[in-house]
Every structure is written in C-alpha cells, then in structure tokens.
C-alpha cells in the first residue's frame, strides 16, 4: 500500500458535487477519487510540456531538405511495397 498524507482541503461544493458522481459510479471513496484526478491532471501537464519541449527543439533544428527528401522517399517506397491493395 503506498504511504498517504491527511490533509484539509476547502472546495465550491458544485466542485466536490462534480466529483462525488465518479466517485459513485467506479465505487471509489472521495480520497482515491481526487487522488486519480489529481493523478490524472498531473500526467497531462507532464504530457503537455514534454510536446511542447518537442515542438521547441524541432523548431531550432527543422529537419533539412534532405531528410525531407529520404523521409518522402522511404515513405513512398514502402506504401508501394506493400502487399494489399
């Protein structure tokens, strides 16, 4: 079982109302209800810097002419080896 903190924490209650339906329909308590939406929050954040580090790193160094030259032909040469019609 993995360690776990209390704590005391204020919500809107349309917020916790909102949360309790979930909570209901997987048979959750509210702790592990939150702790996945937490969870869950946490991983896209992760998930969107990591596109956006992406992003940035391809756009200081593009790909150059000639890599989008072999990428097209390795990608033509493929579709045209494949065995379905």
């Given at each position: 079982m993995r360690k776990a903190a209390k704590l005391t924490i204020s919500l809107p209650l349309e917020?916790?109302?909102a949360?309790?339906?979930p909570q209901e329909e997987r048979g959750e308590?509210?702790?592990e209800?939150?702790?996945h939406l937490l969870d869950a929050a946490l991983r896209r954040e992760q998930e969107q810097a990591e596109i956006e580090r992406y992003v940035r790193g391809y756009r200081e160094h593009p790909a150059s002419d000639d890599e989008v030259a072999?990428?097209?032909r390795l990608a033509l040469?493929?579709?045209n080896s494949d065995?379905?019609?």
């Open positions: 917020l916790l109302d949360v309790a339906r308590n509210r702790s209800t939150i702790a072999l990428s097209d040469e493929a579709a065995p379905w019609p």
